[in-house]
């Protein structure tokens, strides 16, 4: 039995957590709201707080339940890619601050780090969700939660997923699916020559493609032409403009670290 008393979000202690979640299920659209802003809030600054493993949890373990709207297991998932990347981030710098320069703060980063293989295996079934919003935030989610190392194992039956998938999908979702795969190192050849610009710069950035010329020059080309960017990628659906640009500084990164990259910038018509 969790003391939800004891554990904290960003504004406050988490007492109210089990009706939050009994909403997310509920057919009342005021209380799902509500339920979604308190996940939001609990994650607030990006700090992993005490409440967000034992939340974690407890909302890979509703996911599945048929009860939950399409729109709140959208916003689930989202959470759960937040949750994860933000305790990746958070064990980073317990990496360089030292473990005991954050004391009890680093006991649950270490939990939700170590909950991704469980969560991942509740967020896995929904890459191929019927719904595209549902879809498209198991991929952002499960892509992140996969870049754990016990989770290596399950990297090719999630690309041979995501492909199967590509085959059949638009042009946006496949750029999302080469962003994804590029991630860990996966450089299908269908995305490769795919017809759309935005798919072939988006795997261009994939950590198979870091030793190719051709790949960088895309990236560079890419990147200077910002008013391109926007009006393909826009700002309102993954893959966003600024998300490319994201990856595009990640990967310069890697082929060229002792250079800065250009700066992440959001278009704007003169």
Known sequence: MVDWSRLQTAVGDATNAPLHLEALLGPESQRRDAAVRFLDE??????????????AVHLASLLGDCRMDSSVRAEVLQWMYCASSDAVESQEHIAVDGAESWGDAAEPVHAMLAARPAIYQAVAPFLTDPD??????????????????????ERAAAQDRLLRLAAESPWRERAAIALALGRFGAVPTMLLHDEDWGVRVCLATSHGL???PSMLALVMEAFRDRRRLYE?????????????????VHALRRRRPDEEPPPVAVYTAA
Do not use: K, M, N
């Open 42 to 55: 609990a994650l607030h600054a990006s700090t992993v707080w005490s409440a967000v493993p034992v939340l």
């Open 132 to 153: 595209s919003d549902v879809r498209t935030a198991a991929i952002i989610a499960g892509t992140e939660l996969l870049a754990a190392a016990d989770l290596e194992a």
């Open 210 to 212: 870091d030793d190719d």
């Open 232 to 248: 393909h990628f826009g700002e309102e659906v993954h893959p966003t403009s600024t998300t490319v640009q994201w990856a595009f």
